[in-house]
């Protein structure tokens, strides 16, 4: 492979000159083992041990402090303790070092102490404009280039091969977990990054430039919180473009992770569902764990063109074709249905008691002809229907010729551009799989596992952003005033006026105003208080509906009057609103996230939202065809299309909606903390939705550079 340029950072991923502060003759010490590993890995520039202690390290010259170098170097690895880390930096600074990589602990991950500490370094390199990993990092790894900042034993226990994927990490141990598992499978890895506790440099930024690597096909993130997330969004468009997946595994998910993330890299957690959204957006692959990202690093990475989920099944053992059906229809793959054609075919290379169907079950053919495999997939090769094939060899030792088998599954994939997916239990009956380059795994479930999850994400990565349909916001104001929250009254006036169905409703001011609004509105009313300090009306009691005759209406009225005096609220009066119905109530709210920016909640409203939520968010832009697949994911999804012959309900009108409430709150900028539509009464199919409560709080966050774009 050949090592190229990234999209910057060049000091920190590509440094012709390293400085290693605190170096040491112990290969197996945090100061050594960076100088044993430049030296053995290849590293071409120049390295620089400095120990005050020591002439030589590992046979190179030492040199006494960072000032005596002959040169400024691009990169100094510092692997000294307590307050020698401090002056280190500063010499570094002085020197003109442009990164800095700290390796070492005990600065916010510790409490507010080291936090200060932290930042007093951070200062010191900015004003010199040195940039920091860490502290607390395991440090930077190109295979590429060999320059091996890193201190992780992995490196010796598993050794390195340049190749197509990059590990950026908070977390070292993380970082060397998916490099030892991936090597253990023979995937090449070119860059290995630990950022530790991101006082500067984070792994956002870091991503950056390794996605313009063209050499990068693969981006593999673990991340505790999302420092800088617009540049996230940045690296992730480029990734996009360039068909580079990029998957992450953000921990902290729990409450208890939670706190372990705190003191584990001083991170600040961010809102986990929040999180969620912005990576979706994004399309990128949110991983549960290590392991499923391992699993399906081949299948990403696999030279033909991008996997289907139509599939067949073929084996030697009916009950691995039985399981493979069970977990195929549980994520929701296919298995095809082969043509007449093909099953002909298939039927005249298996015995009579085979079966030709898919999954196709070879019992014992395959024993005493290891070429039937070959035929069958002759057979299925000019099948439209077929994206996929699954071989399952659970059973294959003595007496099977896995070399022809391989050889003709090979060829297969070849001559046919068609995904094949092998699994054996045994390493012995993978080996020549793998040794021509075909995807393996031991079971059926991670095979189709896999197959389900690259699948979704390519697929994923393929909808068009829509970011791209997206011009300049009009900038979109709030009416000016001094208090937090738009009374109701105020809210619905502005959503009216910008083109969001609301409720018929008047303000009233005396009991006179809401018998006559009663009157013209010739139905049913609900009435309401309305005052900006009111934020749960029916809390208190102040929600009165279905007011059907003037008395109604006048009890209502002076019932809201009463009760704001007693709340010793201010009254902005008392609104009287049609009763309206629906099919069903949902709620869409928005909030400006200081990280994210606007974030938009669709889902199942009423009053027992909060103790039964049902809902998805979604991060603006988004289209209606983002809505529409977001909600599919609801607890009531099913009732969309109409139970018990029902008509359809209108889900066109919610999502357009919602994307209309996204555009609201991208055009606010900022000046919008939130918005929240409750209930939103939604009717069937072509007759729309209507707001029918509305709050809306102004923002105290102004616009913010850093914040994701579209």
Known sequence: MTCNKTGGLASALSPSSI??????????????????????????????????GRETVQGLRCYPSIAALPEAPQMA??????????????????????????????????????LELQDELVQVAARAG?????????????????????????????????????????????????????????????????????ADLSVPELTLSVVQDPEVRLVVLYMESIRNPGL???????????????????????????????????????????????????????????????????????????????LVVISNSGSSCVMSADVADELGLELATLSPQARAKIGESLASFATSANPIDLTTALLGNSGCI??????????????VVLVSLPVAGEGYDLERIAADVAAFEARAGKTVIVTATLPSILEPFRARG????????????????????????????????????EPLRLPAGPERFLDESCSLAFLASQQVPVVEHELCMDAEQAVAAWRRFDSPVAVKACSEELLHKSEHGLVFLDCRTEGEVRKAWEACVRGME??????????????????????????????????????????????????????????LRDARRALQRLRVAPLFAGVRGEPPMDLNALCELGVRVGELMRRAEGSVASIDLNPVLLGSEGEGALVVDALIERGPFPYSDSLPGP
């Open 19 to 52: 400085a290693i502060v605190g170096a040491s003759n112990d290969r197996n010490k945090v100061g050594g083992r960076p100088v044993d590993y430049l030296r053995r890995f290849g590293y071409r520039g120049k390295i620089y041990p400095v120990n005050p």
């Open 77 to 114: 690895i510092i692997a000294v303790a307590g307050e020698a880390v401090a002056e280190s930096v500063r010499d570094c600074a002085t020197k003109g070092v442009g990164t800095a990589v700290i390796l070492s602990s005990g600065f916010a991950e510790t409490g507010a102490r080291g």
């Open 130 to 198: 040195m940039r920091l990993v860490g502290p607390n990092s395991q440090g930077l790894a190109n295979f590429c280039t060999g320059a091996v900042a890193n201190f992780s034993t992995m490196f010796t226990q598993v050794p390195p091969e340049d190749g197509p994927v990059a590990i950026v990490s908070q977390s070292g141990a993380t970082s060397a977990a998916l490099y030892s598992f991936l090597r253990e499978r023979g995937v090449g890895v070119r860059y290995v990054l630990a950022t530790g506790n991101e």
């Open 232 to 310: 996230l969004a940045e690296a992730a468009a480029i990734a996009r473009a360039r068909g580079v997946p990029m998957l992450a595994l953000k921990a902290g998910r729990s409450p208890g992770g939670t706190a372990a993330a705190r003191s584990h890299t001083g991170a600040l957690v961010n809102d986990d569902a929040v999180v969620d959204a912005f990576l979706e957006r994004h399309a990128i692959w949110r991983a549960p764990d290590v392991a499923s990202i391992v699993l399906a690093t081949e299948l990403y990475l696999a030279p033909r063109a991008a996997p289907g989920r139509r």
């Open 374 to 387: 070959g035929e069958v997939l002759e057979a299925v090769e000019e099948d439209p229907q077929v994206e």
């Open 438 to 473: 075909l995807v393996s795994f031991t079971t059926e479930r991670q095979a189709l596992i896999a197959l389900d999850q690259v699948t979704r994400h390519l697929r994923l990565m393929r909808d068009p952003s829509p970011a791209a349909a997206v011009g300049p916001a």
């Open 566 to 623: 007693k709340l010793e609220i201010p009254a902005r009066g008392v609104i009287v609103a049609r009763m309206a119905r629906g099919r069903r109530e949902f709620a869409i709210g928005a909030r400006f996230d200081k990280d994210f920016g606007p974030v938009i909640m669709i889902g199942d409203g009423g009053k027992y939202i909060e103790a039964l939520p049902d809902f998805c968010l979604l991060v603006p832009p988004f289209t």
